[in-house]
C-alpha cells in the first residue's frame, strides 16, 4: 500500500541554520505530495503542497520539489527562525479501499529552533 | 481560524462512560474525515464521509461510532473506551471533484484521557 518514510526527529537546530527533512514515498499512480505543518496545541496546517512531478512547492521561505525518479518531496529552507518550530508531516494523498481520497501521512519530525 | 471546530478540545473519560466528540466546518466542504493522532505513530485514518454518506471504516473498533447528519458537522460517539484510545483525535474537511488533489483542512483537535 501507498506509504510516506520521513526522517527520525527530533531535529535540533540554531536561529538561521539550514533545514532539511527528507520524506520518501511509495505510492500507485502519480499521487500529489504535501507539508502538513503542527504547532504546539493546535491541528495540521497545510504549509505547501506539489501535485505532479517536478513541481516545487513554496511557502513562507520553505520548499520541497516533486521528484518522481527518485520519489522523494525532501523539505528546505535556508534561514529557520525560532517561531519554525514545530512538528512537520509529509504526506501523499491516495485513495481508500472504498474509492474515497484520503492522505497517508508518515510520522511526523519534531523541529525545534533554538535563539 | 482554520474553519473545521472541535468541541471538546479536551476530554477525560472513564472506560464506562459515554461523550461524544464534535466536529464542525465552515468552508463548504463535502468530505470529512476522522484521524487519530497517538504519540510515535503516524496519523490513522478512522472514518470517511462523503456527502452524508460513510464511505470507509478503517478497521476502527465498535466503541467508536461516528454520525454525519449533514455535510457540515461530524461526531464521533465513544462508549466503553480503553486506556490505548487516549489520543488527540482531529476532524478534516476537503472539498471532493473531479480533479481533486487532496488537501484536508484540519480542526485543532480533542484530546482525549481514558482513565
Known amino acids: 500500500g501507498d506509504s510516506v518514510t520521513q526522517m527520525e526527529g527530533p531535529v535540533t537546530l540554531s536561529e538561521e541554520a539550514f533545514l532539511t527533512i527528507n520524506c520518501t514515498y511509495t505510492a500507485t ?3 500529489s505530495l504535501f507539508w502538513y505543518v503542527q504547532y504546539p ?3 495540521l496546517q497545510l504549509l505547501l503542497k506539489a501535485t505532479k512531478a517536478d513541481d516545487k512547492g ?3 521561505g520553505f520548499e520541497a520539489t516533486y521528484r518522481k ?3 522523494s518531496f525532501h523539505l528546505e529552507k535556508g534561514s529557520v527562525q525560532v517561531s519554525d518550530s514545530a512538528v512537520y508531516f509529509c504526506a501523499l494523498s491516495g485513495l481508500t479501499q472504498g474509492g474515497s481520497e484520503k492522505l497517508v501521512f508518515g510520522k511526523g519530525t519534531k523541529l525545534t529552533v533554538n535563539p | 481560524e482554520t474553519g473545521v471546530t472541535q468541541t471538546p478540545r479536551h476530554l477525560v473519560m472513564g ?4 461523550k461524544s466528540l464534535k466536529c464542525e466546518q465552515h468552508l463548504g466542504h463535502n468530505a470529512m474525515y476522522w484521524y487519530k493522532q497517538s504519540a ?3 496519523l490513522e485514518l478512522m472514518f470517511v464521509y462523503n456527502f452524508k454518506e ?3 471504516n478503517n478497521s476502527v473498533p465498535s466503541r467508536f461510532s461516528p454520525e454525519c447528519p449533514n455535510s457540515s458537522h461530524l461526531f464521533l460517539h465513544l462508549h466503553t473506551l480503553q486506556p490505548e ?3 488527540l483525535y482531529l476532524c478534516a474537511s476537503s472539498y471532493r471533484s473531479g480533479e481533486n488533489t487532496g488537501e484536508l483542512f484540519f480542526g485543532e483537535g480533542s484530546r482525549l484521557t481514558v482513565l
Do not use: C, F, I
Request: aromatic share 4%; net charge neutral; hydrophobic share 10%.
Open chain 1, 29 to 31: 499512480g502519480y499521487p
Open chain 1, 41 to 43: 496545541g493546535e491541528g
Open chain 1, 58 to 60: 513554496s511557502n513562507k
Open chain 1, 69 to 71: 525518479e527518485t520519489t
Open chain 2, 15 to 18: 472506560m464506562t462512560n459515554k
Open chain 2, 40 to 42: 510515535k505513530k503516524p
Open chain 2, 54 to 56: 460513510q464511505t470507509e
Open chain 2, 85 to 87: 484510545d487516549s489520543a
